[in-house]
């Protein structure tokens, strides 16, 4: 719950902001990428995911970028509201496991 | 539909005692897997079933052990508890590689 964002890195925004969450990954031979969202005292919940042969992926008020060149991928979230406030995870799996790995989050904080 | 279940949701512990988490899930998934979170951390893999009749270890499986019971439970066992194993536990489950992971509601377990 609370204590996950404990030294975690910390984003804060406006209501009504478009936010951009990035994420870090150090396997060339992951080929599937996937975002969670943990709200304070629950279990992660899925928010969008994207193969590496797509370099853009867009759902609901939310759009993954991913860049092979530099193993980058973000989450963005257009018009950002108090309910987004949340921990944003990254996830790969690496290709031939059957095994997501986890980056450490970012704290996404929305302000009214 | 429930999903992932986990049970307990809160547990204490004392330094020595043992205690199984059990974990059921009702989507007729192949893999599951347990995780541990804590604070600044990210979600770490302990352990995996790939599919019914198997378990690997994930990053950090010592002190644990796990059983794959049959196709819709997955439990976690901890022999010998220890304060270090104070953390947040998740299960998950997939249907298949490359999809998304669905997660328990966790378990808190606190080692004193």
């Known amino acids: 719950g609370e204590s996950v964002g404990l030294h975690l890195p910390t984003l804060s925004v406006q209501e009504g902001d478009n936010s951009i969450i990035n994420c870090a990954y150090s396997?060339?031979?992951?080929?599937?990428f996937i975002w969670y969202k943990q709200e304070s005292g629950k279990g992660p919940q899925f928010i969008i995911d994207?193969?590496?042969?797509?370099d853009k992926r867009q759902g609901q008020r939310v759009t993954v970028l991913l860049n092979k060149t530099v193993k980058h991928l973000s989450l963005q979230i257009a018009a950002t509201q108090p309910g987004d406030s949340a921990v944003y995870f990254c996830?790969?799996?690496?290709?031939?496991?059957?095994?997501?790995?986890f980056g450490k989050g970012t704290m996404l904080l929305v302000s009214p | 539909n429930a999903g992932v279940t986990q049970t307990p949701k809160f547990q204490v512990l004392k330094t020595g005692q043992s205690m199984t988490l059990q974990c059921a899930q009702d989507m007729n998934h192949n893999s599951m897997y347990w995780y541990r979170q804590d604070p600044g951390m990210g979600l770490r893999l302990i352990y995996y079933?790939?599919?019914?009749?198997?378990?690997d270890k994930g990053e950090v499986p010592n002190g644990y052990n796990v059983s794959r019971l049959n196709k819709r439970e997955f439990s976690l066992r901890l022999e010998s508890a220890a304060p270090s194993q104070t953390s947040v536990y998740f299960c998950a489950s997939i249907v298949e590689r490359n999809t998304e992971a669905f997660f328990g509601q966790g378990t808190r377990l606190t080692v004193v």
């Open positions: 396997n060339s031979a992951s080929d599937y």
């Open positions: 994207i193969r590496s042969n797509m």
């Open positions: 079933s790939a599919s019914e009749g198997t378990t």
């Open positions: 996830a790969e799996n690496i290709m031939g496991y059957s095994t997501l790995t």
